[in-house]
């Protein structure tokens, strides 16, 4: 209770609409409730309203039209792994499916690392974890994360099967990603990767290292991905 207290009423408006868009509940080319049933509603000022729809456009889950409202948005169904909403929000969780490889365990940060980590970072070591995402039931993407130890309170107890690494943070620790480094190249796979994404050994995955950056400073978070791309295409703003 006491961490729901804490989310700004704004954005407790904001992941309710977000998540009846992405569930299909309001459909594309559809108007949300007006800003004055939202209020009468939701119990809430019209500022505040504003604020969560302004939240939607930049997201890219409304448009605002003047004299019409708030329309709803076509969710991309390419693959949004560089968007910086997420993948469950670029594609949607109905047809993205997500297979808990390694639960989140926390340990020590692998030496060599990818990236730079901060002294911070450093100190308290990582939670480790490792998913395997589905699109149409078929295997799409492995990643392998790596997040700072850092008031993340029962995050080794949550569950993420079929979850959204990105909503979790979002909405339980008030974390939100803003941006981030990657580096690309294509590889070929090798014998576990070829199993992970029932692909043959040898075949061409694109492989991605990526140092997300978020709201709360000096806490980052690490991805390495390997993406089947025979079917898919990945795209967004980054």
């Known amino acids: 209770m006491a961490e729901e207290n804490k989310i700004p009423q704004y954005k407790k408006l ?30 809430m000022t019209r500022p505040t309203v504003r604020h969560a729809l302004e939240a939607l456009v930049q997201d890219g889950f409304i448009q605002k039209k003047q004299g019409k409202g708030s329309i709803v948005q076509k969710p991309p169904q390419d693959i949004g792994i560089l968007s910086i909403s997420g993948t469950s929000s670029a594609i949607g969780k109905q047809y993205l499916q997500t297979q ?60 993420f099967e ?14 939100e990603v803003k941006g981030g480094t990657q580096k690309l190249k294509a590889i070929k796979a090798t014998g576990t990767i070829s199993q992970l994404l029932k692909i043959k050994t040898g075949d061409p995955v694109l492989y991605m290292e990526r140092k997300l950056l978020t709201n709360r400073e000096g806490f980052h978070i ?17």
């Open 14 to 43: 904001y992941e309710t609409l977000r998540r009846h868009i992405v569930s299909g509940v309001y459909k594309e080319g559809s108007l949300l409730p007006s800003e004055n049933e939202l209020c009468a509603v939701h119990s």
């Open 100 to 159: 808990i490889i390694q639960k989140p365990q926390i340990k020590a940060w692998p030496m060599p690392f990818n990236f730079d980590l901060a002294e911070a970072e450093k100190d308290v070591g990582c939670i480790y974890m490792e998913r395997l995402r589905f699109v149409n039931e078929q295997p799409v993407f492995y990643d392998i994360n790596h997040i700072p130890n850092i008031n993340l309170p029962r995050f080794t107890s949550r569950t």
């Open 162 to 175: 079929n979850k959204s690494l990105f909503d979790t943070l979002r909405t339980g620790y008030q974390i």
């Open 222 to 238: 690490y991805s390495t991905i390997y993406f089947n791309s025979e079917k898919h295409a990945i795209f967004g703003n980054f």
